[in-house]
């Protein structure tokens, strides 16, 4: 830092020696104006050199129309250093400033899927039996379900071309992926009470709906016991 | 000239101590800054809340044409949105700064911003070259009176292609290297959380960027979408679409199934290594834990086999162990176990329902969602080290389905605190809660892409 002023002090002090015996600056004023034309792309990628460049060449003229001649000398000077500086700072980080890498970031149009409705979509369910209802957590019949279930069972044995999917169901409370489980429990705990009662196992197919297709959109516990359910679905 | 400094500092550290909605008393420690090529030594975690005191004016257009495709907003407007999401920090309220930015332009009058009560100041400039944007984001330390120098491409300004996408992925990007100054650690900006938007009869994935903006639809069956998780690229989720459920996979504009074994498949989850899929299976007659191939879904281990419910596998982030939830003993609990289906280990023991595991990408802490007496759901986190557990959320509504940030200093979760499920942020004490999600519908399941 020291060496630096030193040396600016120098430079100043020669130039002013030199300009007392000269008139224009014309040799300075051009090689800056040169830097200045030079230092395009300091002008994007290192602006304040460059503007602070710019600055002292306006200065430097301004000095030179009054006839400052050693002044506008040093100054021109100066600002062909700092055109240079700049040039050499734009040059460094040329490829930073242009071409900045891009963070490899995750384009959702990319995931947009364009396939259309979904089967699910279609909402028809028919009901030919009887809902049963479950307690909370738990996959386990209660002596109504079982009454429920003997009524659907002869209900099946009666029509016996009709096979039918049992669909487990919960209430909104727990998360997402463990009512599909605890849906699919309820199902199959359903099934093995038809089984029992002598319907054909090729005749009942299983699918847990989890929390995802509730009877009742409330809130409140009725809500929850409305869907907390096992629903027999007779097949087309 | 020395003496009139300290004394502007100690007036300016005043001002901004009486500013700060929130600062503690120790902070006398941690404001006490100065800069250093390190950055600040801000005590976010141990301490109570320390805010770094940030101004953020707008984005200086040096062009004489207007903005009229958003540019100050997609530049000022995201720094602005992400550092304060952030939590470290307080942003100045426009009727704060006393500094004239757009007048001053890139060089900080110091004393205006000081006076202001800054610590920290951010400045943008843009202007537009043929389809080109050229900006400069610079970060002052007003304290210091100096241009803190931020690594590439930072150290000055940088040409990005004119869009907002792109201008907004920069502006994350620089986001990042300021909490990294302050906090050593980057932050998460620019990265995406995959989510369950649900209305009354479908339930669709989306994808919204980790500042709660750019949410984009996913699927459009008009149907029940559920359990999207992301990893190298390759986004997993569960349909009804063809019974099931099954699993699939969604890319490059189309879905293909993934897994369709008998009964359930549900919640794919990539390994970070990327050599299996974590899914729960219930061809066996109930469900279990099995590991897939990634591209074929093809059977590649079993990994559990009991009588009970074993599901919601989460892997650890050296892929050696999974957390799942099994209610093997009654209910549902949390276990860990190797990613070869032994060692298996109870983690909880608290509580009759404790599900949806996230075990944070940096340290040994599974987030999970647990019921309490009340029959209210809030997320703990329990260490898997020394089985010690933490409660994060309480008194607001019901909080689920936690996941953490890629550098796992927060987590992202559902929470029914303002009526309708939304997606809020919190820090992995708890403390700091912020709401993430800004649409409308109910917002469920978030999955934060961390590999």
């Known amino acids: 830092m020291l060496i630096t002023q030193v040396r600016w002090i120098l430079v100043v002090g020669l130039s002013l020696t030199l300009a007392a015996c000269g008139g224009r600056p014309v040799e300075a004023l051009s090689a800056a104006e040169k830097a200045m034309e030079d230092a395009s792309l300091a002008k994007t990628c290192a602006p304040d050199e460059y503007l602070a460049a710019q600055k002292l060449l306006d200065k430097a003229k301004a000095l030179a129309e009054e006839g400052e001649h050693a002044r506008a000398k ?9 055109a240079k500086k700049a040039i050499a700072k734009a040059q460094a980080r040329k490829d930073e400033c242009l071409n ?5 970031g995750i384009d959702a149009a990319e995931f947009v899927d364009q396939s259309g409705p979904g089967l699910d979509a279609v909402d028809g369910m028919s ?7 479950f307690e909370y957590n738990q996959p386990t019949l209660s002596d ?7 009524a659907n069972a002869d209900w099946l044995l009666k029509n016996e071309t009709v096979s039918v999917t049992v669909e487990g169901h919960c209430d909104e409370r727990g998360s997402t992926e463990y009512n599909l489980a605890l849906g699919e429990k309820r199902a199959k705990e359903a099934r093995k009470y038809l089984l029992r009662r002598g319907v054909d196992k090729n005749r009942i197919s299983l ?12 809130t409140d516990e009725a809500a929850h016991q409305r869907n907390r359910r096992a629903v027999f679905r007779a097949d087309e | 000239m020395r003496a009139d400094r300290k004394w502007l500092v100690l007036v300016g550290l005043t001002l901004s101590l009486l500013a700060a909605p929130i600062v503690q008393a120790q902070s006398d420690e941690t404001a006490s800054t100065g800069t250093s090529a390190e950055g600040l030594d801000v005590e ?5 809340l320390v805010l770094i005191q940030m101004a953020i004016p707008r984005a200086i257009n040096l062009d004489s044409k207007p903005d009229t495709i958003g540019l100050t907003e997609a530049l000022s407007g995201t720094v602005k949105r992400d550092l304060t999401i952030s939590s470290f920090f307080n942003i100045l309220k426009p009727a704060q700064i006393l500094a004239k930015s ?3 332009g890139m060089k900080p009058v110091y004393r205006d911003w000081f006076n202001s009560g800054a610590q920290g100041l951010i400045k943008i400039s843009y202007r537009q070259v043929g389809k080109k944007v050229i900006a400069d984001f610079r970060l002052f330390s007003v304290e210091g009176s100096e241009q803190v120098v931020l690594p590439k491409p930072f150290d000055g300004p940088i040409r990005i292609d004119a869009s907002v996408k792109k201008l907004r992925a920069m502006a994350h990007e620089f986001a990042n290297e300021v909490i990294g100054y302050y906090t050593k650690t980057r932050g998460f900006f620019g990265t995406q959380i995959v989510f369950v938007k649900g209305s009354r009869r479908t339930k669709e994935i989306y994808m919204m960027s980790a500042d709660g903006v750019e949410e984009t639809g996913l699927t459009g069956t008009r149907g029940i979408n559920m359990l999207p998780s992301m990893g190298a690229g390759r986004l997993y989720f569960t349909s009804f679409r063809r019974g099931g459920p099954h699993a699939f996979r969604l890319g490059s504009g189309s879905t293909s199934p993934f897994a369709a074994y008998p009964g359930l498949n549900t919640g794919a989850v ?3 290594d990327g050599s299996s899929v974590a899914i729960t299976l219930s061809r066996d007659g109930n469900p279990e834990i099995y590991l897939l191939h990634p591209d074929t879904g093809k059977i590649k281990r079993r990994l559990t086999r009991s009588e009970a419910i074993d599901t919601s596998p989460a892997w650890s982030p050296d892929g050696q162990r999974i957390a799942f939830v099994s209610d093997r003993h009654g209910s549902p609990q949390i276990f860990v176990m190797n990613a070869n289906g032994g060692g298996v280990e109870r983690l909880t023991f608290q509580g009759d329902y404790n599900q949806t595991p996230d075990w944070n990408p940096k340290s040994g802490l599974i987030a999970f969602t647990a019921r309490d007496e009340r029959a209210i759901f809030d997320i703990f986190t329990v260490d898997v080290g020394t089985k010690e557990i933490k409660r994060l959320t309480q008194n607001q509504g019901n909080n689920e389905e936690p996941t953490w940030s890629p550098d796992g200093r927060f987590i992202a979760f559902s929470s029914t605190r303002s009526g309708t499920a939304k997606i809020y942020l919190m820090d992995q004490t708890g403390r700091y809660q912020h709401k993430l999600s800004t649409g409308a519908g109910a917002y469920l399941t978030p999955f934060w892409v961390r590999y």
């Open chain 1, 74 to 82: 040093a100054t021109a000077i100066a600002a062909e250093k700092l």
């Open chain 1, 100 to 104: 900045p890498k891009t963070p490899d």
């Open chain 1, 127 to 133: 009901e030919g039996m009887q809902v049963i209802y």
């Open chain 1, 144 to 150: 109504e379900a079982k009454e429920t279930l003997d």
């Open chain 1, 207 to 218: 699918v847990s709906y989890g929390e995802e297709r509730p009877a009742d959109y409330g």
């Open chain 2, 44 to 48: 976010v975690e141990q301490g109570g």
């Open chain 2, 102 to 104: 757009d007048r001053e």
């Open chain 2, 270 to 272: 990539l390994s970070p």
